[in-house]
């Protein structure tokens, strides 16, 4: 299988199933075909049917493949465990019935570390009693995906959340086994952290199974660094661009997946407003020509 490039509804707005923000899921199925992907995500379960025959009558319909889900739920609150557990449990009965492969597994934005999204220097970190209770809830989930339902499951850091920046990445990959957990890595939310997303692709493609391209304007980035600004209100000021318009260095990204020999999916989030000021139609298309532009 070559590298194929697909897309989520998180790029239409969709971040949580409940939102009455959303837009129709039939029309996020639509226009993520009508923009030149032959995939998509779950998005937040719920937020398309849990029917199994509707849902598949439906990606026939538009042609598409389902190619994994994420449970962006808070890992790191023990009293929302069962919010977690019921999440990801959803998550995989639904990729497994339309034969997705990927468990994309994310701390939900924490009250605690949200002021200090791109901070690192700042963050609040975990005692070692919280820290290795978190670390063994994602590792409960991860096996769960893993072993139960035979799913590549991977770990995403994401702005906002005690799993955020490079180091807490990478201390967590030396806690969980390899052989249940690899990394779905995102290029936009370690730029936000204020890492390098293309040097921690260099020291670790070995374990990265799947990849979110997300590009970032390093302007909205800088200001909304400086300012605390919440990570929704980011995204509607435009915090994650068009891709190839910001700091991610994306010719450099596809040069390492081709070095590694990199097969399957990457996924386009380029997450916004559900009632934003662009199109999400126009800049999926604009997304999809050019990661083509640039050979993918």
């Given at each position: 299988?070559?590298?194929?490039?697909?897309?989520?509804?998180?790029?239409?707005?969709?971040?949580?199933?409940?939102?009455?923000?959303?837009?129709?899921?039939?029309?996020?199925?639509?226009?993520?075909?009508?923009?030149?992907?032959?995939?998509?995500?779950?998005?937040?379960?719920?937020?398309?049917?849990?029917?199994?025959?509707?849902?598949?009558?439906?990606?026939?319909?538009?042609?598409?493949?389902?190619?994994?889900?994420?449970?962006?739920?808070?890992?790191?609150?023990?009293?929302?465990?069962?919010?977690?557990?019921?999440?990801?449990?959803?998550?995989?009965?639904?990729?497994?019935?339309?034969?997705?492969?990927?468990?994309?597994?994310?701390?939900?934005?924490?009250?605690?570390?949200?002021?200090?999204?791109?901070?690192?220097?700042?963050?609040?970190?975990?005692?070692?009693?919280?820290?290795?209770?978190?670390?063994?809830?994602?590792?409960?989930?991860?096996?769960?995906?893993?072993?139960?339902?035979?799913?590549?499951?991977?770990?995403?850091?994401?702005?906002?959340?005690?799993?955020?920046?490079?180091?807490?990445?990478?201390?967590?990959?030396?806690?969980?086994?390899?052989?249940?957990?690899?990394?779905?890595?995102?290029?936009?939310?370690?730029?936000?952290?204020?890492?390098?997303?293309?040097?921690?692709?260099?020291?670790?493609?070995?374990?990265?199974?799947?990849?979110?391209?997300?590009?970032?304007?390093?302007?909205?980035?800088?200001?909304?660094?400086?300012?605390?600004?919440?990570?929704?209100?980011?995204?509607?000021?435009?915090?994650?661009?068009?891709?190839?318009?910001?700091?991610?260095?994306?010719?450099?990204?596809?040069?390492?997946?081709?070095?590694?020999?990199?097969?399957?999916w990457c996924t386009v989030e380029q997450d916004c407003d559900p009632q934003g000021r662009t199109s999400p139609l126009e800049d999926n298309s604009h997304n999809g020509k050019y990661l083509k532009s640039i050979g993918f």
């Amino acid at each position: 299988m070559a590298i194929e490039i697909g897309n989520a509804p998180c790029s239409w707005g969709v971040e949580f199933a409940d939102d009455p923000r959303n837009p129709p899921w039939r029309r996020v199925l639509a226009e993520c075909k009508e923009a030149g992907f032959n995939g998509i995500e779950l998005g937040p379960v719920g937020f398309m049917p849990e029917d199994p025959a509707e849902l598949g009558e439906a990606l026939d319909e538009f042609q598409l493949t389902l190619i994994g889900g994420v449970v962006f739920r808070p890992f790191h609150d023990p009293a929302k465990w069962d919010d977690v557990l019921d999440g990801a449990v959803r998550t995989c009965k639904a990729l497994v019935a339309h034969g997705a492969r990927h468990l994309v597994l994310i701390d939900a934005i924490s009250a605690r570390r949200a002021p200090t999204a791109g901070r690192p220097g700042e963050a609040e970190q975990m005692d070692p009693a919280e820290w290795a209770a978190f670390v063994d809830r994602f590792q409960t989930i991860a096996r769960m995906g893993a072993e139960e339902y035979g799913l590549t499951v991977g770990i995403h850091a994401h702005a906002a959340g005690f799993m955020d920046f490079e180091p807490e990445l990478e201390r967590l990959l030396g806690e969980i086994d390899e052989g249940i957990l690899k990394i779905c890595f995102d290029t936009g939310h370690h730029s936000y952290a204020g890492y390098d997303p293309v040097a921690f692709m260099q020291r670790h493609m070995g374990r990265i199974s799947y990849m979110h391209f997300k590009d970032i304007d390093p302007k909205v980035k800088a200001w909304a660094v400086e300012n605390r600004i919440g990570f929704y209100d980011a995204c509607a000021e435009g915090i994650f661009c068009k891709l190839g318009l910001g700091d991610v260095d994306f010719p450099s990204v596809r040069q390492i997946l081709l070095d590694h020999g990199f097969e399957g999916w990457c996924t386009v989030e380029q997450d916004c407003d559900p009632q934003g000021r662009t199109s999400p139609l126009e800049d999926n298309s604009h997304n999809g020509k050019y990661l083509k532009s640039i050979g993918f």
